[in-house]
C-alpha cells in the first residue's frame, strides 16, 4: 500500500510532496519541495494492520490540507514530450526577457503546463510564476536531468522558483 500526493500553490512558490508506504509493520513516510532531497521518517508500527491505520489517518489529514494524489514518476517513453516542454520554455525565456506576459506568452505558458503535471484547477499568475531568467532556466534544468536520469524518472519540476541552494529545507508533515 502507497501514495504520493503534491500540494503546489504557486502564488506561494509552494510545491510539495508527501509520501508514504507500508511495509509489513512499518510505514515509511517521505517529505520535502518537489525535486529536491525528501525527508524520511519510518513509523515502526509493530504490525501490518497498525501500520494501516496510521497510513490511513495520515491520508486523511494530509488531503484535508490541500494535498492531491499524483504520480511520483514520468514514464521513460515521453522524452519527447520532455524534450518539447523545454523547447516551450526556451520561448517563454525571451518574453520573460523582455518583461512581456502578452497573450502569446499566456499560450505558451499553457501549452508547458499541458505538458508538466499541475494539479487541477490550480490558478496561475503569468506575473509570478516565472519572474525571473534564473525561474526558466531552473525549470530548463531539472527538465533536462530528466533526459539524463535512467528510467524510472523521477518527476523533479518545480512550479515557480527554486529556493536558495543554501536554504534548509522547511519541514512540514
Given at each position: 500500500m502507497e501514495i504520493y500526493l503534491v500540494f503546489v500553490d504557486a502564488i506561494r512558490n509552494s510545491n510539495?510532496?508527501?509520501?508514504?508506504?507500508?511495509?509489513d509493520g512499518n510505514l515509511i513516510v517521505q517529505w520535502g519541495r518537489v525535486g529536491y532531497q525528501a525527508q524520511t521518517k519510518v513509523h515502526t508500527l509493530g504490525n501490518h494492520q497498525r501500520?494501516?491505520?496510521?497510513?490511513?489517518?495520515?491520508?486523511?489529514?494530509?488531503?484535508?490540507?490541500g494535498y492531491r494524489e499524483s504520480q511520483p514518476e514520468i514514464d521513460s517513453c515521453d522524452v519527447c514530450e520532455i524534450e518539447r516542454a523545454i523547447g516551450l520554455l526556451n520561448a517563454i525565456r525571451s518574453y520573460v526577457v523582455h518583461r512581456n506576459f502578452d497573450q502569446h506568452y499566456i499560450q505558451l505558458l499553457n501549452q508547458y503546463l499541458k505538458i508538466v503535471p499541475t494539479p487541477l484547477g490550480m490558478q496561475i499568475d503569468p506575473y509570478t510564476i516565472y519572474r525571473t531568467l534564473a525561474d526558466v532556466d531552473h525549470q530548463?534544468?531539472?527538465?533536462?536531468?530528466?533526459?539524463?536520469?535512467?528510467?524510472?524518472?523521477?518527476?523533479?519540476?518545480?512550479?515557480?522558483?527554486?529556493?536558495?541552494?543554501?536554504?534548509?529545507?522547511?519541514?512540514?508533515?
Open positions: 510539495k510532496f508527501w509520501s508514504a508506504i507500508v511495509e501500520a494501516i491505520t496510521k497510513f490511513h489517518n495520515l491520508v486523511a489529514e494530509k488531503k484535508g490540507k530548463r534544468e531539472l527538465l533536462n536531468s530528466l533526459l539524463t536520469t535512467p528510467a524510472p524518472i523521477v518527476a523533479a519540476v518545480a512550479v515557480g522558483h527554486a529556493p536558495e541552494a543554501t536554504a534548509e529545507p522547511k519541514v512540514s508533515r
